[in-house]
């Protein structure tokens, strides 16, 4: 849009006024005192030093110039490269490319005025904004690369069991002076696999999902087997297989002579009941958010 | 009209513009302000002179001591100049410079290495550029390298740069496959869900292009159809068993009466040869007796 477009034409009040044909008149001209003239200039319009427009300036508003000229501009930094992006977390990304976005903006207003100044010297800014407009492009390859790999890995469900097979085994025939890093092992495990975090108060509870429970099988089941090996005595006692998450979240909160402990008391009131399907998100969610709140009154 | 006989203007100088997608920079052309050329042709072929600025646009390079004479707007006069007509430098196209390297022996004797072609290869990180660059070798001879210039003044940071720790600082590393990496609502930014290679339906003209047209027949095929069509279908029936014992006679008779024992292999050779025809024959006769 060309500024001239914009021209400002007669006010409709005014237009609306001469055709209901009432009559104005100025009345008696000789009592009408005369001033001085109000010069139109910028000064008389006050603008709040916060007004969100201020970021289309470089400086917000503490700028001097509606428009730099080339050698204002930043022409020596260089775009960020694709190695760099790759090691910034989303977070980062996404700040980066609104920062970016803003710098773009800056530079489009510049370009903007100086087209309906005609004002022809805006190469500078064109190629500042090609660095700028390469950024972003590597920002989403970025991010695209990643969401790719994570879409593909599902697809790998025989190398993971198979992994977790493997891993299974050599837990269960871990020495004792074994246990404690195979231990620390599986805490990365469950995360890497499961998604399962490692500190109980960094657990997202809207984000428990199938991936959450399944892990929980595996751990709660590689718990016992453990323990079971290791006292053979105890196999009489307890009856395996465990009954659904209601016996299996117990491994997950304490230790595995602790959550024994529970299960079976559980099994003794009857409170152990298998859910259903329905049921599994909620109650884990509900005694998630308990256990929570007990750790933070603990401490 | 001949250059010769036209006046002195205020033109500048008319070098093929490379297309955008075509242009590389000074880094992916291998040529940096700093370094040495050496020019094979036009008034100062033979001399070797370093590079001001290379022009991506032009695929041209600005060169100490190459300069035209040309005449200059006076508003764009700079100190000191009291004539219009003055010494202009002027863009040399890359195609009239050859990249050259220089050395000095132990005795302080220098001497030129001038590069037919250079490749680029094996990025290293160049700290006084602050970015990847590629070694430049004289092509086919991989030992001679020729080293980027120093940059003519120290790059420093400017007002849209990132201090280098703050660049360098790792905020992530893959934990785990369980969480994707981008949130669910941030993905349709990064693809296009309405893109016109996800749809699953064609377009009419879609499908068209992709189906050959129905080629029209002519009268004599049309003909030929019609006639095959009125014959009564060919039926398949097994051989019956009278048959089947009248044509093992016939051949078993063949066969004895045959001594030598090459062509019993031979024939031998041939019943086990597969006959794709027969075989579908006898696949029809199967499919008909169902």
Known sequence: MSLRVSMRAFSLSSRVCAR?????????????????????????????????????????????????????????????TFAELRRKSFEDLHKLWYLTLKERNILAREVRLAESLRYSRTQQHDALDEKLVTVQKRIK??????????????????????????????YLNASEHEIVSFNEKLV?????????EPQLQDYDLEDINIKFVEGLSFVANLKVKRYL???PAQEQEFELPLNGVVEELPFLLRNV?????????????????KLDKIDVFPFLRSALSNAIEQEELDQ | ??????????????????????????????????????????????????????NPSNDAVLVANVTEKRITPKTTW????????????????????????KDKDDEGKVSYVVADEIVLKDKYYDDRYKRWLPKRFVKHHSSIEIP???????????????????????TYELQTIAKAPVPKAALNQLRNPYSKHKKRVLSELQARRLNSPEMPLSVEQKIYLAKQASKPKKTYTNLSEEIKDFIGDKMAQHINSIDNPAMLAHLEALSRAKVPDFEKTIQNIEDESK
């Open chain 1, 257 to 273: 002579t602790e959550a024994i402990e529970e299960v079976k008391a559980l099994r003794q009131s009857g409170e152990s009941v």
């Open chain 1, 188 to 196: 990365r495990l469950q995360y890497a696999f499961f998604g399962i």
């Open chain 1, 141 to 170: 390859q970025v991010l695209l690369e990643r969401q790719v790999a994570h879409e593909r890995v599902q697809t790998f469900t025989q190398q993971q069991q198979q992994y977790l097979t493997e891993f299974e085994e050599r």
């Open chain 2, 148 to 170: 980027w210039p120093n940059p003519p003044s120290a790059f420093e940071d400017d007002a849209l740069s990132t201090q280098e720790p703050t660049v360098f600082e790792k």
């Open chain 2, 78 to 101: 700079v100190e000191n100049q009291n004539s219009h007509y003055v010494d202009y430098p002027s863009y040399l196209p890359m195609s009239k410079v050859k990249l050259a390297g």
């Open chain 1, 229 to 231: 090996k290791q006292n």
């Open chain 1, 20 to 80: 209901s044909g009432s009559k104005f008149s100025f009345g008696d001209l000789s009592k009408v005192k005369l001033r001085a003239p109000i010069i139109p200039t910028h000064k008389n319009f006050d603008v709040s030093p916060d007004h969100p427009l201020w970021a289309f300036f470089p400086e917000g508003n503490n700028t001097e110039t509606a428009l730099r000229s080339g050698d204002e501009l930043d022409m020596n930094s260089r775009e960020w």
């Open chain 2, 1 to 54: 009209m001949n250059k010769r006989y036209t006046l002195p203007t205020f033109e500048t100088a008319q070098l093929p513009v490379v297309p955008a997608a075509t242009r590389k920079n000074n880094y992916e052309r291998g040529i940096a302000p700093g370094d040495l050329v050496y020019i094979t042709e036009g008034e100062k072929k033979g001399t070797v002179t370093s590079v001001f600025h290379y």
